[in-house]
């Protein structure tokens, strides 16, 4: 490695975006979540404290001023958006927003809603379902990474949330036969 931060990837803060918002969680709470689970900060000391004062009023419902910034355990704001996480940070967050739907009885792809003209998240998850028979990959994560992969070089679809409606039956075709020579091959 040269050093350099691995910044958050363009294809994890719409899922972040979406998953925030299926769970209704409003903009002074998303940034408490940010704030209180990511140990740096990349906004200036006087920014963090506006923002921490309007957080902080806000929750306790009363104005608080800067002498709050005198006391000891005083505990700056850390982060105000995702953007500025690192990518294993982000992996890391989007796991625990998944969790957090799960609860509420979510299913894969349910954070990309129905959209006009898009793969609906049922067909999405049957795509997913279909590549995980085919794929040799352990983790979900890296079957994932291989799916896209694999739809960018023979669909040139970037990511499985850029499927659209009248693609779909293409790829299931495709995957079934996949599917159909990997049990040619194994026997």
């Known amino acids: ?16 975006h979406a998953m925030i918002h299926k769970l209704k969680i ?13 140990p740096y900060s990349e906004v200036s000391p006087i920014k963090e404290r506006e923002l921490y004062l309007s957080v902080y009023s806000h929750y306790l419902g009363i104005e608080v001023d800067d002498s709050v910034f005198l006391k000891k355990d005083f505990v700056p704001p850390r982060l105000s958006t995702c953007k500025k996480l690192t990518s294993a940070d982000a992996w890391r967050f989007i796991a625990e927003l998944k969790s957090m739907l799960h609860q509420t009885g979510y299913k894969p792809y349910d954070e990309y809603g129905d959209r006009p003209g898009m793969a609906k998240p049922a ?12 794929t040799r990959q352990k983790t979900r994560h890296d079957k994932d990474v291989a799916l896209n992969r694999w739809l960018d070089h023979h669909f040139h679809i970037s990511h499985i949330r850029f499927i659209e409606d009248d693609q779909v039956g293409k790829i299931l075709f495709t995957l079934k036969a996949m599917k159909a020579q990997a049990r040619t091959e194994g026997v």
């Open 26 to 38: 409003d903009r002074d709470l998303y940034m408490e979540m940010l704030m209180t689970r990511f």
């Open 1 to 16: 490695m040269r050093g350099v931060r691995n910044g958050i990837q363009k294809s994890q803060i719409g899922p972040i």
């Open 123 to 134: 067909a999405l998850r049957k795509i997913a379902a279909m590549w995980a028979a085919v």
